[in-house]
């Protein structure tokens, strides 16, 4: 298994959710498109851009932070950093693709599902992810999935960098305590 994919790696990952979403969805029909931040709403600006340009004419972007929903949020610290949530978009009946970039344990995705119930009941829900690492603790699973990792050991991380957020496009797999 590779420890580093590079630009050209992410972006065939991104095409790829693309892809799977364009078989599932019609470019006439209304879909929202909801990022996690931070990287899932990354994520989630561009999988806009290409379906676009693919002929979808009726998106809706919204962004989750889902840090007050965590069940872990006592483990944070005091201090939690909260960005706004950002869904000004008709949720009800809306089919709603949920973006974030790595699958882990599923409590982020729950946290995110519980989120969304306050705002509306979107008509289905699937989930894209860049990468799963394997390690759920949750029944959850992805609906569209362009790397999928065998089950990590817990000291392996997968950092994830945007340009958009980190200047570059690549995903390391490596021990979670290197820089």
Known sequence: MPNHYDTAAVRRFIDGLVDRITSEFQPASRLNIVGI?????????????????????????????????????SEIG?????????????????????????????????????????????????????????????????????LTLDELPRDQRVKVKLTENDGADEIIVGPRNAP
Not at 46 to 68: M, S
């Open 37 to 73: 931040r931070t990287r899932g709403e990354t994520l989630a600006a561009r999988v806009e851009n290409a379906l676009k340009q693919r002929g979808f004419k009726h998106i809706g972007r919204g962004a989750l932070d889902i840090t007050l929903y965590r069940d872990d949020l």
């Open 78 to 146: 005091p201090l939690p950093l909260v960005k706004p949530t950002n869904l000004t978009i008709e949720i009800d009946g809306v089919p709603m693709v949920l973006i974030d970039d790595v699958l882990f344990t599923g409590r982020t995705v729950r946290a995110a599902l519980h989120q969304l119930a306050d705002f509306g009941r979107p008509s289905v829900i699937r989930l894209a992810v860049l990468v799963d690492r394997g390690g759920r603790e949750l029944p959850i699973r992805a609906d569209y999935c362009s």
